[in-house]
């Protein structure tokens, strides 16, 4: 049986109920032993790679009840692999945690997904650079190239490019205010992506998962709540299931043998009509509301990965 090591989120702000990660452990744990690595409790020393880690087990997802024990050091190659679920911010300290993760990859220990890809991507650049067509998009700091863009689209969407749920994503209209605002949000979150304002974001915004080069064909269709243009669920956002107009399936097909090239196991893919807006790669969500046995699924494809890595 091997042994997999999650690296998350305390588990205390944890909520069972909704949480990706959570759901594909509940799966693995019935073919797998999860150890739970504690990521205030790493470093490294003379090459290897240590933490504490605990043996976790999930008892129910609504009670919320699990069990910790067995809590010791181990130098962190003794893993059969290591599924990296860390949220952003991608700042100092994630980038930082992720380079030393990946000197266990120099140890022939398996991470998913593959610290060098998360260090090479940028997710909310990624989906630019993977779309076709592409939206209408600035990627800078360049205040008069962003204005003149501004004038030409009348309105735009403003996004940092590190962070998650919406978070700091806001609507630019050309007014009077809009120099003061640009200026402003450029001396908060430095380089920024400006993309022209897409209405078809009325008709929701689709979280398409995609696992082990495959694409999910259930998809998280959410709506922004009343008031917002974001629809993101930690936004308020509302959501419903719905199935993947074939129609973006070949290009869908492509993102997906891309991922795969590059180690990136799970990654959730946002399109908003016919343009991709984001590819999730550092802590994609929706497992547990499409359901369909997509956690069992996701679960089941990372043992054949883990499987096959160890037979090679």
């Known amino acids: 049986m091997y042994v997999i090591g999650i690296l998350m989120d305390p588990i205390e702000s944890v909520n069972f109920k909704t949480d990706s990660t959570i759901s594909i452990i509940n799966s693995l744990q019935k073919k797998a032993r999860i150890k739970l690595i504690l990521s205030d409790t790493i470093f490294t020393e003379s090459n290897c790679v240590y933490a504490k880690v605990s043996d976790f087990n999930i008892d129910s997802l609504n009670k919320r009840n699990y069990k910790l024990s067995n809590t010791k050091t181990i130098n962190l190659n003794k893993l059969d692999c290591i599924f990296f679920r860390k949220d952003p911010p991608v700042d100092h300290h994630y980038l930082t945690l992720v380079q030393i993760i990946k000197e266990l990859e120099y140890q022939n220990t398996l991470v998913l997904n593959s610290p060098d890809s998360l260090l090479k991507f940028n997710e909310k650049l990624l989906g630019y650079q993977l779309s076709n067509p592409k939206i209408p998009t600035i990627i800078g700091d360049n205040q008069k190239k962003i204005l003149d863009f501004l004038v030409k689209h009348k309105e735009v969407v403003l996004k940092p490019t590190n962070l998650m749920a919406g978070s700091g994503i806001i609507k630019l209209k050309n007014n009077k205010?809009?120099?003061?605002?640009?200026?402003?949000?450029?001396?908060?979150?430095?380089?920024?992506?400006?993309?022209?304002?897409?209405?078809?974001?009325?008709?929701?915004?689709?979280?398409?998962?995609?696992?082990?080069?495959?694409?999910?064909?259930?998809?998280?269709?959410?709506?922004?709540?009343?008031?917002?243009?974001?629809?993101?669920?930690?936004?308020?956002?509302?959501?419903?299931?719905?199935?993947?107009?074939?129609?973006?399936?070949?290009?869908?097909?492509?993102?997906?043998?891309?991922?795969?090239?590059?180690?990136?196991?799970?990654?959730?893919?946002?399109?908003?009509?016919?343009?991709?807006?984001?590819?999730?790669?550092?802590?994609?969500?929706?497992?547990?509301?499409?359901?369909?046995?997509?956690?069992?699924?996701?679960?089941?494809?990372?043992?054949?990965?883990?499987?096959?890595?160890?037979?090679?």
């Open 177 to 312: 205010h809009a120099h003061t605002l640009l200026s402003q949000y450029i001396k908060k979150y430095k380089i920024i992506i400006t993309q022209k304002y897409l209405k078809e974001i009325k008709n929701g915004d689709n979280r398409i998962i995609i696992y082990n080069g495959i694409v999910e064909k259930n998809v998280l269709t959410r709506f922004p709540a009343k008031g917002d243009f974001r629809a993101n669920l930690a936004c308020g956002g509302s959501y419903e299931i719905t199935k993947l107009n074939t129609k973006y399936l070949p290009l869908l097909n492509e993102v997906a043998s891309f991922l795969k090239y590059y180690r990136i196991f799970f990654a959730g893919v946002d399109m908003i009509g016919k343009y991709i807006t984001e590819i999730n790669i550092t802590s994609p969500t929706g497992v547990q509301q499409i359901r369909n046995r997509l956690s069992m699924k996701i679960s089941n494809e990372l043992l054949k990965i883990i499987n096959k890595y160890h037979e090679s």
